[in-house]
């Protein structure tokens, strides 16, 4: 395992105090002093981008309902310990990813859109690092692009998010010994002798200095059958890159591994450690379809996620006295919430059973052919009301529902507000493609959810935790106390 400088771990708590006393008050304070009398070989850190308790009571909503039951739960929902967790940046009210994961990676508040580099834009170390620095293997995995924002908080350093060649950089030369995603392309050189399609500025093959490094490479969903054939050994590393940008949704079943399949991989590799290891899995795409207001997506994504967490609780049984698993979000997106004023009282989230497909899919694929064909003279919804059955089980539309259709069809087909002109354009579509945002607008009030934002919001996530040192994980604290209890863990 490539090695950082060791430092002593017992410095870490008087360097996350220092940072962490800025810009809190006294009662968050306190919590940088919570101490464990408990310690963890092994600590897997599960993350749901986006996903705070709407996004899981959603997802539970929709599990009862698929049962004939009002609500049911997720795995972690069981865990001994629970909290509430705030997510302000050092910059603003609402957070990005970038910030709330450095808060959650380091123990320090940072200003929107940095990778692991404090207000000041000097560098932070992870709690990865420091696992690394306790002689542990190190595992990085998500649906995102691994040059994103929560993954590459763990093992990159850079002052903006979207420098992602130069991310890649990084990773390649973290030291992390399995790294698993989506986004090749920032990893795969200009003139690759595979043919991928690559976004590099440079004449760089990342892949090709992992593989003499030592790792053992699969990229492109072409090699999924490989990795997941693949019988890891000790002290092998990984990289697996499976898609040019993000990983699909889960709704959308690509030929691409599972989260929980990549979860499972990186556990069998990694626990092979004798110094145990630390791992962090993201499903950062709960993030991406909350922005769209994408309801049945996100709760697939959600539910995708919790297949990864019980991969992880599979382990945890079987090393209970050595394993911590955390289960947290970075921030809510979408001002998701259960009621619609149209419905009062009353909810309908089997009507969410019927949509087969992503608003992204469906966006890029069925409804672009159909654009491409059509101009706003010759345009119908009765050309379409079959993809509106088919694919998102809408039957019987109202007068109402129908006018809104078939003016979102004729402003789609003009290209007139994909970026969102005007104000109003953007409360009604947020940049969106208008017809299908159309569609999952109505799929949502008939369900009847709600949302008040394509944006992220200031809503605490909730946190969970079950294992040695989860009593920790109690009452409201704040994100950067998540790397404040890992580091007690670490002892």
């Known amino acids: 395992m490539n090695r950082r400088i060791i430092t002593a771990l017992a410095t870490v708590s008087v360097a996350s105090s220092m940072l962490f006393a800025q810009g809190v008050n006294e009662n968050q304070l306190a919590y940088q002093n919570v101490n464990t009398k408990n310690s963890a070989k092994n600590i897997i850190l599960l993350i749901g981008d986006g996903m705070s308790t709407a996004q899981i009571a959603t997802a539970d909503a929709y599990l009862g309902s698929l049962d004939g039951k009002i609500y049911d739960q997720l795995s972690f929902e069981a865990f001994d310990h629970q909290g509430l967790t705030t997510t302000y940046s050092g910059s603003q009210l609402i957070t990005d990813s970038a910030a709330a994961g450095t808060a959650i990676a380091t123990g320090s508040k940072t200003y929107n859109g940095a990778i692991s580099v404090d207000m000041n834009k000097n560098k932070l170390k992870s709690i990865l690092a420091y696992a690394e620095d306790a002689g542990k293997a190190t595992g990085i995995v998500t649906t995102t692009r691994v040059t994103h924002a929560t993954p590459a908080v763990f093992i990159s350093n850079n002052v903006d998010r979207d420098a992602e060649n130069e991310i890649a950089l990084d990773e390649s030369d973290s030291g992390v010994d399995y790294l698993a995603g989506g986004g090749y392309r920032y990893f795969v050189g200009k003139n690759n002798k595979e043919g991928l399609k690559s976004k590099r500025t440079d004449d760089l093959d990342v892949v090709e200095m992992m593989a003499q490094d030592g790792y ?58 004798d110094d145990g290891f630390f791992m962090m899995i993201e499903a950062g795409r709960i993030d991406h379809a909350s922005h769209a207001n994408d309801a049945v997506t996100a709760i697939d994504d959600t539910l995708a996620f919790n297949d990864a967490v019980q991969v992880a609780i599979d382990y945890y049984n079987t090393d209970p006295e050595n394993t911590l698993i955390i289960v947290t979000g970075d921030h809510e997106t979408g001002g998701l919430t259960l009621g619609f004023a149209g419905t009062y009282y009353d909810s309908a989230f089997a009507t969410l059973s019927g949509q087969t497909i992503s608003y992204e899919s469906y966006s890029y694929n069925q409804f672009a052919d159909y654009k491409a064909s059509h101009t706003v003279n010759n345009c119908s919804l009765s050309d379409l009301e079959s993809d509106v059955e088919n694919y998102f089980g809408l039957t019987d539309l109202n007068d109402n529902e129908r006018a809104s259709l078939e003016a979102a069809l004729k402003r789609s087909v003009a290209g007139e507000v994909i970026v969102g002109n005007t104000t109003q354009d953007y409360l009604l579509y947020g940049g969106y493609e208008p017809f299908v945002m159309e569609i999952t607008h109505i799929l949502n009030n008939r369900a009847g ?28 604290f704040d994100n950067t106390d998540l790397f404040n209890f890992m580091v007690n863990v670490l002892n």
């Open 216 to 273: 053992t490479t699969f990229i492109s969903e072409d090699e999924t059958s490989d990795f997941l054939n693949y019988n890891p050994k000790k002290g092998d590393k990984v990289l697996g890159l499976f898609g040019y940008s993000h990983l699909d949704y889960a709704i959308d079943d690509a030929n691409q591994p599972t989260l929980a399949q990549m979860t499972e991989k990186g556990i069998d590799l990694l626990s092979m450690d």
């Open 449 to 476: 959810i709600g949302w008040t934002s394509y944006s992220h919001t200031a809503v605490p996530v909730a946190t969970f935790a079950q294992g040695p040192g989860s009593e920790q994980i109690n009452g409201v």
